[in-house]
């Protein structure tokens, strides 16, 4: 899975420290939809 990692600096999470609620709101909305992803795959690496 590292090896197919995106280094696009657009799909980092945003660090939400001492930022507010707001962003981390936006941080914990970035994990969920990166995890619909991830969670899939490892599944799928678990079956092989």
């Not at 600096?9 to 992803?37: F, N």
């Amino acid at each position: 899975m590292w090896s197919h990692r995106s280094t696009d600096p657009a799909d980092a999470v945003q660090y939400p420290y001492k930022r507010g609620p707001e962003a981390m709101a936006i941080a914990a909305q970035q994990i969920d939809t990166t995890m619909d992803v991830i969670a899939p795959a490892l599944e799928h690496m678990a079956q092989d």
